[in-house]
């Protein structure tokens, strides 16, 4: 892999398309659920591989992974270009966007009921503002570190573990039985 890194950073145009195809899922699935929306994410994964290509020249594989720095352009990108008007209740299933593993049997009943119970959770981090559902989705979808999501928003290690202990308190009251479905 650090020869791509190298052969991209230098010009190499097949060496992008290697990152791009080895990293597009990952900067879609991060962009949809952050922005809710398939066609902002479509833009944003287009707007975040132009960031790359041209600023190729500022990564250093000594500060960091790539990974780290494509989820920085990502959230950075979606906050930009968040145009959304009204929160959008998103399918991950829509875009084969693979969804956590879940603890549970896997009887009929139960599948329904976690794929509800998941609908909610998603139309629950909807309502957040991005820099809340950012910490949440590189936390939880994204399975980052506390160290590695300070490092992609270039924030305090102090602000990830608040950001997140409010985000998931609002979620945990959101969340609570008899809440009113939408």
């Not at 590695?148 to 945990?172: C, D, H, M, W």
Request: with cysteine; charged share 30%.
């Amino acid at each position: 892999m650090p020869d791509v890194i190298e052969q991209w950073q230098q010009g190499d145009v097949s060496a992008f398309e290697t990152l791009y195809r080895q990293y597009e899922k990952l900067v879609f699935r991060t962009a949809y659920l952050i922005t809710g929306s398939k066609e902002a994410a479509e833009d944003a994964l287009q707007e975040v591989f132009v960031s790359v290509w041209k600023s190729r020249h500022t990564y250093d594989p000594n500060k960091g992974k790539l990974a780290t720095w494509l989820h920085r352009i990502t959230v950075n990108q979606c906050a930009r270009g968040k145009a959304r008007k009204t929160p959008v209740a998103i399918s991950l299933e829509e875009k084969d966007i693979d969804l956590p593993e879940t603890k549970y049997s896997h009887q009929p009943e139960d599948v329904l009921i976690n794929k509800l119970e998941y609908d909610r959770l998603l139309r629950a981090m909807d309502s957040l503002d991005t820099k809340h559902r950012s910490i949440l989705v590189l936390r939880y979808f994204n399975d980052l570190s506390y160290q590695e999501i300070a490092e992609a928003l270039e924030i305090p290690l102090g602000t990830v573990k608040s950001r997140l202990n409010q985000s998931l308190r609002y979620l945990k009251e959101q969340m609570k039985p008899g809440e009113a479905e939408a």
